[in-house]
């Protein structure tokens, strides 16, 4: 048909095949080419039923995204619709068959065939509101006639894919096929050749008595886990309409909530992120062609919460680890939490998972690991002990990782005799469910190193991003900057409670004194000791530390917390706090939510500028995906980068010199450009 789209003959049945790498996203070129091929295979006699199939990896991952960032999206999305009609109008029966993924605008076509198969190993589902959008040809009145109201709620308001056998069992799928998909579909497509073609759009049945509860319940439900956002409330909007409208209408109703979202800020930003996850893999310097090394057994120094985190990391993407502290009561806890964890585990999963993990109080077999990763305590002279003894037993070629939040990878790297073995992997907590790994880069370090993290990044279900080796890296450099103006702004007159409210309605998934609390206050307080050069200090922080008021762990800090760790303010802080800023000679005032929320952002905001400039991080994307999938920021406003953009540089720079700052030189260069971050 054309480059994208092949049409072949098996005798009396046609072969489409969607043949577009990587994902067979459905860009310009693959829709009109399944359209023509639909149409060919109507005309030529010989042909009785159609088969729809892709090539590569996978049936058809969506809609082409970048389009949706152009002017022309909205034809663009006409175009899908209209081919979407062509294929469930075919008078010979078209049959759909599923490998990979067929997710969002992938799944809106195979439901316009007239049958699915589906192999064991592959999953569908509507993805959309996780870009900002909801299905846009026909997802929303196609998915609950085949699978029910309640389920299409599910799935075009919570994204979640689902596998093979839950699509069969919900009906969204016809046959489950093992083997040969082509030749099953195409046999598949013999047996149903002289059926009467059974068209989505005429299925009632599963629509009929739809429970307003359903669509209740999945509003309050979204309400929470997307706070903030819209589109999950516009898909859940969509499917109500299909309950009460005829298809055509149904299809209006879509289409119009579908361009109000693709035209909400929030889509782009969500669109931008998507994208930029993506980017982090684009390594100057590195390509498809550096060597790796094989990462097939790993060790772990420290037991602790990180320790434990990183094996069920390791051991979840199936590698094993030998795990070592220094005393049998540290071992036993350390293994108590990660059998905790996997409790929730069917019994044999979990076994499988425990049996990968060799708790011990040696270096034993440390010699046969391809990778020792260091996560004990935060402190330099304790970390370079361990990377001496790791040096001395490990074989070479062994990576040697620090699991440090903010220390210097070159100094620890010194401590052996492979400096240019040694990298910053930094977790986050709890590190078997964090997605995000600052990868970071020491001077010494080789190509082949960082090629290597890189890749077991992704073989970890994680993100890692690069990071260049300075006091706290990206993320929690920037954290710094963020919680020393939180701190501030209590001194300066506003409550804790303020804060955390103006930030948390922000979209952060907390306030910033309630994160604080939540990580340890001492832990926050050695992390803003490590690269504090600034005139002004935080001065309640050490005396909340002082008083073992670290935070949720000691049941009080900046809030107090009861047994649920539910917090409540404490007058005991407020005094503090108070009395604290009246001997400091700090004015008291009445402030803002709008400064609360833009000094502490905009110190996002001009730290990172800094750090771009610096070249610790290699574009404002990257940062931007450290503060999505580490931070709590919110996924809606893209990151604290493009968030800045989308206020404009200008602006940015205005409201920081009205604070009285100095604004980053990147951001001036930008502004009086015109330009952006991202
Ligand atoms: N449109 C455009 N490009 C897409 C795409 C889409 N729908 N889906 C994936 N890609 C691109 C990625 O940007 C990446 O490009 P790059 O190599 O230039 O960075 C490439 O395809 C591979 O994607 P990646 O996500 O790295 O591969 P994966 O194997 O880890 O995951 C998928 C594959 C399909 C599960 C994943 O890409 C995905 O979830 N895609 C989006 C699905 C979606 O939201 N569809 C709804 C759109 S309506």
């Known amino acids: ?163 093979a056998q839950e699509a069969f069992a919900a009906g969204i799928v016809d046959r489950i096929v093992d083997g040969d998909l082509r030749a099953g579909a195409v046999a598949f497509a013999r047996e149903v050749a002289s059926q009467p073609v059974r068209r989505t759009r005429d299925r009632q049945e599963k629509l009929a008595n739809a429970d307003p509860a359903i669509f209740s319940a999945a509003r309050e439900q979204a309400s929470k886990k997307w706070r903030g956002q819209t589109a999950p409330l516009a898909a859940i909007d969509a499917v109500e309409a299909t309950t009460k409208l005829a298809f055509a209408d149904g299809l209006k109703r879509e289409s119009e909530l579908f361009y109000q979202c693709l035209r909400s800020p929030q889509a782009k930003a969500l669109i931008y992120a998507f994208f930029a996850e993506r980017a982090v893999t684009k390594i100057p310097g590195i390509s498809g062609s550096t060597p790796t090394y094989d990462i097939a057994r790993a060790a772990i120094v420290g037991a602790g919460t990180m320790g434990g985190g990183i094996a069920m990391a390791f051991v979840n993407a199936g590698i094993p680890v030998l795990i070592k502290e220094t005393g049998q009561e540290a071992l036993d806890r350390g293994m108590t939490n990660i059998r905790r964890n996997y409790a929730r585990l069917p019994q044999e999963a979990a076994d499988q998972k425990l049996a990968l993990i060799t708790p011990q109080l040696t270096f034993d077999g440390f010699d046969q690991a391809d990778i020792i990763v260091e996560a004990v305590f935060e402190n330099l002279a304790v970390k370079q002990q361990v990377f001496r003894e790791i040096d001395g037993i490990s074989k070479p070629g062994a990576i040697l990782a620090t699991n440090t939040s903010s220390l210097d990878i070159d100094q620890i790297a010194v401590a052996t005799k492979r400096p240019d073995m040694v990298i910053g992997l930094h977790f986050f907590s709890p590190a078997n469910i964090m997605r995000l790994i600052e990868i970071v880069r020491g001077s010494a370090i080789r190509p082949e190193v960082t090629a290597t993290a890189a890749t077991l990044a992704k073989r970890l279900g994680k993100i890692g991003v690069i990071a260049g080796n300075c006091p706290g890296f990206i993320g929690n450099r920037m954290i710094n900057v963020y919680g020393r103006e939180a701190q501030f702004l209590l001194e300066e007159g506003a409550t804790v409670e303020d804060v955390n409210q103006a930030l948390f309605d922000f979209g952060m998934a907390m306030g910033p004194l309630a994160m604080f609390d939540l990580v340890g206050n001492d832990v926050m307080r050695d992390i803003a000791a490590i690269s504090s050069t600034a005139a002004r200090s935080p001065l309640v922080l050490p005396q909340l530390c002082a008083m073992g008021r670290l935070g949720q762990k000691t049941g009080k800090g900046w809030s107090r917390y009861d047994e649920s760790r539910k917090p409540s303010a404490d007058p005991e802080v407020a005094a503090l706090i108070e009395s604290t800023a009246r001997s400091a000679g700090i004015e008291r005032r009445i402030i803002s939510k709008q400064e609360i929320v833009d000094r502490c952002i905009l110190a996002l905001v001009n730290e990172g500028a800094h750090i771009l400039e610096e070249g610790i991080a290699l574009r404002a994307s990257d940062i931007d995906v450290i503060y999505l999938t580490g931070y709590g920021f919110p996924a809606w406003r893209g990151g604290p980068m493009f968030y800045a953009d989308s206020i404009g540089s200008s602006n940015v720079v205005a409201r920081i010199e009205e604070f009285g700052w100095t604004p980053a030189p990147l951001l001036k260069r930008l502004a009086a450009k015109g330009k952006t971050f991202t």
């Open 1 to 163: 048909m054309n480059t994208f789209v092949r049409f072949e003959r098996d005798r009396d049945v046609a072969v489409v095949t969607i043949d577009h790498p990587p994902v067979n996203a459905l860009s310009p070129g693959v829709v009109e080419g399944l359209r023509a091929a639909i149409e060919q295979a109507n005309v030529e006699a010989e042909v009785r039923a159609i088969v729809v199939i892709g090539s590569g990896r996978t049936f058809i991952a969506g809609a082409d995204v970048h389009e949706f960032q152009k002017p022309t999206a909205g034809e663009y999305v006409a175009k899908i619709r209209a081919t979407l009609s062509t294929i469930e109008d075919s008078a010979k029966p078209v049959v759909m068959a599923i490998h990979g993924a067929a997710l969002g605008g992938g799944l809106e076509t195979a439901m316009a065939g007239h049958y699915r198969l589906i192999a064991p190993s592959a999953q569908v589902g509507q993805p959309e509101v996780k870009l900002g959008l909801i299905p846009g040809a026909g997802g929303t009145l196609r998915l609950p006639r085949l699978a029910g109201v309640a389920k299409a709620v599910e799935m075009c308001a919570f994204g979640a894919p689902i596998k």
